[in-house]
């Protein structure tokens, strides 16, 4: 019996005997090429993507913006830093999609199921959803805090006299 589905598998739970012995197993399980995905499943699943590989971009870029001068090579580095995370934000947002599509709606796995179990006919959020919607909250906020910094005045550090020349000048060699 299957009772929770995701963008990409569902979980099910396998019933083992061994004489009076019983054992339940839990496990992942890809859904089969006669499950009909429509566009708004496909559209969560590649908003899903998009959202793993620019929260790991977006990861790399912040861990290791100090080694690769990121501030010198973008005027401004905060708003891009604050535009990308709203997009991050809504692209995770947009994953929930996947509430309105054939999953939700026409989940042909639930008549597959033993009749004596009785399951909701509506998708419920369930732990990856609630993540989901933590994760937008997130993103959302730390856009708005790396906005914010943009508007604060950024100080300019006067060169000193004599800083900007080299040590050893050419004549010197």
Same mark, same amino acid.
């Given at each position: 019996?299957? =009772?929770?589905f995701?963008?990409?598998?569902?979980?099910?739970?396998?019933?083992?005997?061994?004489?009076?012995?019983?054992w339940w197993?839990e496990? *992942?399980i890809r859904?089969?090429d006669s499950?009909?995905i429509?566009?708004k499943?496909?559209?969560?699943r590649? $908003?899903h993507v998009?959202?793993g590989?620019?929260?790991?971009?977006?990861?790399?870029?912040?861990? $290791? &913006?100090a080694c690769?001068g $990121?501030n010198?090579?973008?005027?401004?580095?905060?708003?891009?830093?604050?535009?990308c995370l709203?997009l991050?934000?809504?692209f995770?947002?947009?994953?929930?999609?996947?509430? =309105?599509?054939?999953?939700?709606? &026409?989940?042909?796995l639930l008549?597959q199921?033993?009749? =004596?179990?009785?399951f909701?006919d509506? *998708?419920?959020? &369930?732990t990856?959803?609630? *993540?989901f919607?933590?994760?937008t909250?997130?993103?959302?906020?730390?856009?708005l805090?790396?906005?914010?910094?943009s508007r604060s005045?950024s100080e300019?550090? !006067?060169k !000193? =006299?004599g800083?900007? !020349?080299?040590?050893i000048?050419?004549?010197?060699?």
């Open positions: 019996m299957a =009772d929770h995701g963008l990409w598998g569902y979980g099910q739970w396998v019933r083992a005997t061994s004489g009076e012995t019983v197993y496990g *992942c859904y089969a499950v009909v429509d566009s499943w496909k559209a969560a590649a $908003f998009i959202v590989i620019g929260g790991l971009l977006f990861f790399f870029l912040s861990a $290791f &913006s690769i $990121f010198e090579k973008v005027g401004r580095p905060h708003v891009f830093v604050g535009v709203l991050l934000s809504l995770s947002g947009l994953t929930l999609l996947i509430l =309105d599509s054939n999953l939700c709606k &026409s989940n042909v008549g199921l033993m009749n =004596d179990i009785l909701n509506q *998708c419920e959020l &369930s990856g959803a609630n *993540c919607i933590s994760a909250v997130f993103w959302f906020a730390a856009a805090c790396s906005l914010k910094a005045k300019v550090v !006067e !000193e =006299d800083l900007d !020349e080299p040590l000048n050419e004549d010197q060699i």
